[in-house]
């Protein structure tokens, strides 16, 4: 299946300012339309997965907005609600980013924030309950940087009735806070709530490692949607390199076992749509 790109790019090449601790899931609360049109970018390309803007929104963050628990809830529930209204036919995955997201200060991409597991657990299941219960068609536990988090989430998801894609973060082949990937796999291996296991938000050149061992450690779909390939400079606070984007590398990777393939930063439409002709021709093979 095609999954979609990535919507905060497609909302900055709209002209939308993203330049916030809630990211995209600002336009919730102020422009909920700016997302149902990129959605719908997606759709028109071939995505047949949309992952919801709620990545980084959390009852945490909306309270900072001067938001109350009903109000925060109604924004994270909407999310599922504006993906579906974009593509109705189609999958909706309600993404739930991990701690560090929320905090906006990068540590998403090195995990390790002191917490222990529990502290991580009691942190996500509220958002994950008010997503389960607006309906998507699966949980899209994303852009994860280490273990313990991963087996926080897993716990959270316990008894949600809805099934869930876990994926992490990763720099060759570990998560960003350094444990091997076949270590961070395992503990999805035996949940039958997981039904699939992958990475995100990572350079191309990592996913095709990282499929053959999520693959080989659960025997489960794996999920992938890397970046474009391009770095973003600090210093110039610009893209620099080569887009690469996922159609090229689709073929290799749909034969080591991925089933969902996407993108993810500075991946947009025109990207997702040269991915659907690519596993569109793979199918007819």
Same mark, same amino acid.
């Given at each position: ?59 945490? =963050? ?72 607006? =309906? ?24 949600? =009735? ?66 474009? =390939? ?56």
């Amino acid at each position: 299946m095609v999954l979609d790109g990535g919507l905060s790019h497609q909302l900055a090449a709209a002209g939308h300012d993203l330049d916030d601790a809630l990211w995209s899931a600002r336009l919730l609360a102020d422009h909920p339309r700016a997302l149902l049109t990129a959605h719908r970018a997606y759709a028109r390309a071939g995505a047949e997965v949309l992952i919801t803007a709620s990545y980084q929104a959390s009852f945490e =963050g909306f309270a900072r907005r001067g938001l109350d628990r009903a109000a925060a809830a109604d924004l994270l529930a909407s999310s599922v609600r504006l993906a579906r209204r974009a593509q109705p036919d189609g999958w909706v995955a309600a993404s739930v980013g991990p701690y560090g997201a929320v905090l906006a200060d990068g540590s998403e991409y090195r995990g390790r924030y002191g917490l222990s597991v529990a502290a991580l657990e009691r942190f996500h299941r509220p958002r994950l309950e008010v997503l389960a219960a607006a =309906g998507p068609d699966v949980l899209a536990l994303e852009t994860v940087p280490d273990l313990d988090e991963a087996r926080a989430m897993l716990r959270a998801i316990e008894g949600l =009735g809805v099934p869930a894609w876990l994926s992490y973060s990763v720099a060759g082949t570990r998560t960003r806070a350094g444990q091997p990937l076949a270590e961070a796999f395992a503990v999805a291996a035996d949940s039958a709530q997981v039904v699939a296991v992958g990475v995100n938000c990572c350079a191309p050149q990592d996913v095709g490692p990282a499929v053959r061992i999520a693959a080989e450690v659960t025997g489960k779909p794996v999920v992938v949607y890397p970046n474009s =390939g391009e770095r973003w400079q600090p210093a110039s606070r610009s893209w620099q390199g080569r887009a690469l984007g996922p159609a090229p590398l689709a073929a290799g990777w749909v034969r080591d076992g991925a089933r969902l393939v996407g993108g993810c930063c500075r991946v947009g439409p025109a990207a997702i749509a040269e991915l659907a002709a690519e596993l569109t021709a793979l199918r007819a093979r």
